[in-house]
């Protein structure tokens, strides 16, 4: 049956906060516009009259889609090369979401979307669903097709997961970005002791290439090694500006809702790198250089406004 234009305006409507649902879920924005797409083919697909409460039936359809993808994608994930992490959103990109509340903020930080890639399908859809979009376990159970009390304990296991990986307390978003200011100047200091100062004991730095982009396939662990990385990841080096066809700029911004250093060349993003800060030091460094994880940044960045770069790298 062909749809009316008010049936795509109902569905168009419902696009952004699908697109969210499945960003959360899949970890990929352009997965995430794919599932969208399938789900309005779907739409397209069936007698809509007959559809009583289209934003649940839009949900149940995009959600189960999501779950499908997410079952493959633990065997691409497990061919991938190397380290696998999010892609990365600026800050205002409409696929975050809601961000009216801490747990909503929570739950699409780049720290968080990596941890969820530690649950089952069906505890991140149900972790998704009632931190980030605040849906009643009675609506979660009806999407699933599980019960109201095996969705109840699927998000108190998925929250133990996260909260056990998120073990510190954070710091607010001026004392962090005054922390990256100081990272950004021990780093192009050419000395160790002050990135060691900046760092928890255990900080971890993680680089997703795909493949595509030189990335250590396994992560560097504990604040002296990852200090020694970091300082040489600012040296400049002709090998490194041949590698990236120049010298990026460097600008400090806001990705996923937390502090990040975002490397641009001609106006196209070629790295990001996202900080996890605790009141302790920072913790994490998720560098995000693989180019099929970044056209959406890049895209988003040229639409921005933006200063100048603080420096230029290499």
């Not at 990986?165 to 160790?192: C, H, N, P, W, Y």
């Not at 662990?221 to 090998?239: C, D, H, I, S």
Request: charged share 25%; hydrophobic share 45%.
């Amino acid at each position: 049956m062909a749809l009316t234009v008010h049936d795509v305006d109902r569905f168009e409507a419902s696009r952004p906060r699908l697109e969210a649902i499945a960003y959360r879920l899949l970890g990929s924005a352009s997965e995430a516009e794919d599932a969208v797409q399938e789900t309005f083919l779907r739409w397209q697909a069936a007698d809509v009259g007959l559809i009583e409460v289209p934003e649940a039936w839009l949900t149940k359809v995009l959600t189960n889609l999501c779950l499908n993808q997410l079952a493959s994608a633990r065997a691409r994930r497990e061919a991938y090369v190397g380290q696998w992490l999010p892609e990365p959103l600026l800050a205002g990109d409409p696929m975050l979401g809601p961000a009216d509340t801490a747990e909503q903020r929570d739950s699409v930080s780049y720290a968080v979307l990596t941890l969820l890639e530690r649950l089952s399908p069906n505890e991140r859809a149900v972790y998704v669903l009632r931190e980030a979009f605040d849906y009643p376990h009675r609506e979660i159970a009806e999407i699933l097709d599980i019960t109201e009390a095996a969705s109840q304990q699927l998000a108190h296991r998925a929250r133990k997961h996260i909260s056990d990986g998120k073990a510190r307390v954070e710091v607010d978003q001026a004392a962090a970005r005054r922390i990256v200011d100081e990272f950004l100047a021990a780093a192009t200091s050419g000395r160790t002791e002050p990135l060691v100062r900046l760092l928890t004991q255990d900080a971890v730095s993680i680089g997703d290439g795909g493949g595509k982009v030189p990335a250590r396939t396994k992560a560097f662990e504990g604040a002296l090694a990852v200090a020694t990385f970091m300082r040489g990841l600012f040296k400049p080096g002709k090998a490194k500006r041949a590698l990236v066809g120049g010298s990026p700029g460097i600008h400090v911004t806001t990705v996923n809702g937390d502090p990040a250093v975002v490397a641009v060349l001609d106006g196209r993003v070629v790295g990001v790198m996202c900080l996890e800060i605790t009141a302790e030091g920072i913790a994490a460094f998720r560098n995000q250089v693989n180019p099929d994880k970044l056209g959406r940044m890049t895209r988003r960045w040229a639409a921005a406004e933006h200063g100048e770069p603080l420096f230029k790298a290499f």
